[in-house]
């Protein structure tokens, strides 16, 4: 077999002579294996240690009946047999140049002899010390979350440890990820360490967690190599709040209107993948169009959609938005909202629009008023009581001041959260084929685009 990293198996070697100059050799059995045909020698150069898992990759099986049952050391310094699986638990001295020919004939400390004992192996001088791991257990993560925890490594000895190693895996890596860390640390004697390390929820589901303690070579530890803790990743909790007015009024038979909805997310992480479904209780009344109704969410941003919904007869119809986050969060905040529409006959009268200007309301503040030009146009029929209804946006109200300008001739009919309705109650009558305008201020908290116009404008004649 060819020599690997310094490690090499001999095959069927036999003898002190087959132990290669300058290296510590382990032999399956007694007397360096002569008189047996099935025996062999693993050679390890100077400064290596190995564990039992990596004895056996080389092909050198320790534990139960096989082992080590002869070593000579041709190596200028000691090496050590070590009894652990993990390079820890007791050792036996090989000086320089010495050699066992038969480990039945040394006393293991813990009953018995030195044959078959070993379980690693260290070619180099070794120290003992005892170093503990520290570790929290049932870490508590959501999905998209990181944390960070503390591994905490006690040196209960009067030995400094230097470039000691730590790994630290997840056994489901896809439901709990394990971030990058400095995985080099030292441990003063008497004295304790502290590694952090990230860890990332990925999805929903429980993951365990190893810690294991790598030391340098010559250092065997007699504290703990490994700690086990277990961790687990829940939905994520975010708070999405939906605003839509309690009320709108179309007309049977027009194109489109648009029932605007408000989203905001009050969490600080991006939400993709929010799904809107928004249903008519009496679709001979009202139907909703389509729309584009996977969203994604801003951190505590707000994101707008604009329902399509077309009246198909007079009467009322309930509209129902639903909103669903995607499977790995829940979402503490509102999950449907209702709005009541009003379809009325369809009559000869009709409302055009545009803006005419929006400035602040007080410079130093952040409000503006929108000012809007509306057209008031009836066909054939005189009207001289009439009423005018429209949806405000989320916010806004109708700026005060110019209500008051106003309060002569026009009244606030209806006013509900979202909605607003206002009725001549002197003059200003709709001749036909006369345009009557009107100019509405609404004050909003901000500025925006979607402020540019008024949705759901209606305009029926009263009684």
């Given at each position: ?9 001999i095959r069927g070697g ?9 290296t ?20 390890i150069a100077?400064?290596?240690?190995l564990?039992?898992?990596q004895?056996?990759t080389?092909?050198?099986?320790v534990?139960?009946r096989?082992?080590v049952s002869c070593?000579?050391n ?10 652990g699986a993990?390079?820890?638990g ?11 020919s ?22 180099a ?5 005892i ?21 905490v ?12 190693t ?7 890596p896809?439901?709990?990820e394990?971030g ?6 030292n441990?003063?004697?008497?004295n ?23 030391m ?6 007699n504290?703990?190599?490994e700690k086990i803790?277990?961790?687990?990743v829940?939905k ?5 709040r939906?605003?839509?007015a309690q ?17 905001k ?6 939400i993709?993948?929010v ?11 009202l ?8 969203v994604?969410?801003p ?29 790995d969060?829940v979402?503490?905040?509102?999950s ?22 929006k400035?602040?309301k007080v410079?130093d ?27 405000l ?6 700026d ?8 002569d ?5 209806q ?12 003059g ?8 009557l305008k009107?100019a ?18 209606h305009l029926?004649?009263?009684?």
């Amino acid at each position: 077999m060819k020599k690997v990293n310094g490690v090499e198996l001999i095959r069927g070697g036999k003898g002190m002579a087959a132990c290669p100059s300058g290296t510590l050799c382990l032999y399956t059995h007694a007397d360096y294996n002569q008189g047996e045909t099935d025996g062999d020698i693993l050679s390890i150069a100077p400064d290596i240690q190995l564990d039992q898992a990596q004895l056996r990759t080389y092909g050198f099986i320790v534990g139960g009946r096989s082992g080590v049952s002869c070593v000579v050391n041709k190596m200028n310094k000691a090496g050590a047999l070590v009894s652990g699986a993990d390079i820890n638990g007791y050792t036996l001295n090989v000086a320089a140049g010495a050699y066992f020919s038969d480990l039945m004939g040394v006393t293991y400390p813990g009953g018995g002899t030195w044959n078959d004992k070993t379980h690693s192996v260290v070619s180099a001088p070794v120290q003992e010390v005892i170093l503990k791991i520290n570790l929290e257990n049932d870490i508590l993560l959501s999905v998209g979350e990181t944390v960070e925890t503390d591994l905490v490594i006690v040196n209960e000895s009067s030995v400094s440890v230097e470039r000691a190693t730590v790994e630290f895996v997840s056994s489901v890596p896809a439901t709990v990820e394990v971030g990058g860390f400095d995985t080099s640390v030292n441990i003063p004697s008497r004295n304790t360490a502290t590694v952090r390390v990230p860890l990332t929820g990925r999805k929903v589901g429980n993951a365990q967690l190893a810690a294991r303690l790598r030391m340098p070579v010559g250092l065997i530890n007699n504290g703990d190599a490994e700690k086990i803790a277990s961790s687990s990743v829940s939905k994520r909790a975010v708070n999405i709040r939906m605003s839509m007015a309690q009320q709108m009024e179309i007309t049977a038979g027009v194109s489109l209107y648009y029932a605007p909805l408000e989203i905001k997310n009050e969490s600080d992480v991006e939400i993709a993948g929010v799904v809107i479904e928004s249903t008519s209780a009496n679709t001979t009344v009202l139907t909703v169009g389509d729309f584009e109704n996977v969203v994604t969410l801003p951190p505590n941003g707000s994101t707008r959609v604009n329902i399509p919904v077309s009246g198909i007869g007079a009467g009322n119809a309930v509209l129902t938005t639903k909103l669903s986050p995607p499977d790995d969060l829940v979402n503490n905040g509102d999950s449907q909202k209702t709005m009541l529409v009003v379809v009325h006959t369809r009559r000869d009268l009709r409302v055009d629009q545009s803006l005419l200007g929006k400035w602040k309301k007080v410079w130093d503040k952040p409000e503006f008023i929108y000012s809007y030009d509306l057209t008031l146009h009836s066909e054939s029929i005189r009207v001289s009581r009439w009423r005018l209804s429209f949806i405000l946006q989320q916010g806004a109200v109708l700026d005060p001041d110019w209500l008051e300008t106003q309060k002569d001739w026009l009244e606030v009919d209806q006013a509900l959260p979202g909605f607003v309705a206002l009725v001549n109650k002197a003059g200003r009558t709709i001749e036909p084929g006369t345009d009557l305008k009107l100019a509405v201020q609404v004050l909003y908290p901000g500025e925006s685009n979607y402020y540019n116009e008024l949705y759901s404008l209606h305009l029926r004649q009263l009684e």
